[in-house]
């Protein structure tokens, strides 16, 4: 079945290093790939969304990448702060098979930026 | 401000009770969607709305009825809550089932 996994459960890293989080996904192809973040008693909110024939796409200090030879997409964090601590998820699009819809997302990686 | 507006934000219910979370956008999206999130589970979809009058089911459909009568307004009804819908609920719409809005959730604790 389709699958969506993000690598770490948690990430610590310290305050001006670049921090790296990791979408792998598994039996399909996914069109795009969609980066949110969400803090503590929060909804999600959108960040990024990579499509599959960008190799990259940035936002001031985020930096996303889609490799369809891994399977995977990248998260980037440059100089990261300590309000960059949130919980981020990735999603693929939604699953179509016979009509459906559904819009799903990985378990997140919760990331502290440690000053 | 648009966007998502999730009511109650904060309910007790105890175990049998019935009770209605609503869910209502003004971006006037096709598409909307109800969560449920759990620590260490994740987003978890209960059911979504590809337009007024319809309805399908997510991955953790069971004890959950939801309607949308209404193309701005989804609602999300417990019949007969159970202590294990103790969770925190989002509801999400989008125009082209891709980037979603998320209300500010609502807390549901059954005893």
């Known amino acids: 079945s389709q699958k969506i996994e993000q690598n770490s459960e948690a990430l610590n890293i310290q305050e001006g290093k670049t921090a790296t989080l990791t979408c792998n996904y598994t039996n399909y192809s996914p069109a795009y790939l969609q980066w949110y973040r969400q803090d503590p008693g929060r909804g999600p909110v959108f960040l990024l969304l990579?499509?599959?024939?960008?190799k990259e796409k940035r936002k001031e200090r985020l930096k996303v990448t889609f490799d369809t030879t891994l399977k995977q997409s990248l998260f980037h964090i440059t100089a990261s702060q300590p309000a960059d601590s949130a919980t981020y998820l990735c999603?693929?699009?939604?699953?179509?098979?016979?009509?459906?819809?559904?819009?799903?997302f990985g378990k997140g990686t919760k990331l502290s930026v440690i000053p | 401000n648009a966007g998502v507006t999730q009511t109650p934000k904060f309910r007790v219910l105890k175990t049998g009770q019935s009770m209605t979370l609503l869910c209502a956008q003004d971006?006037?999206?096709?598409?909307m969607y109800w969560y449920r999130q759990d620590p260490g589970m994740g987003l978890r979809l209960i059911h979504y709305s590809v337009g007024e009058g319809t309805t399908a089911k997510g991955e953790v459909p069971d004890g959950y009825n939801v309607s949308r009568l209404k193309k701005q307004n989804f609602l999300l009804g417990l019949e007969s809550a159970a202590p294990s819908q103790t969770s925190v609920y989002f509801c999400?719409?989008?125009?082209?089932?891709?980037?979603?809005?998320f209300g500010a959730g609502s807390r549901l604790t059954v005893l």
């Open positions: 971006m006037n999206h096709e598409y």
């Open positions: 999603a693929p699009p939604p699953y179509s098979g016979a009509g459906s819809y559904q819009l799903t």
């Open positions: 990579i499509r599959e024939n960008e």
């Open positions: 999400a719409s989008t125009q082209r089932a891709n980037v979603l809005t």
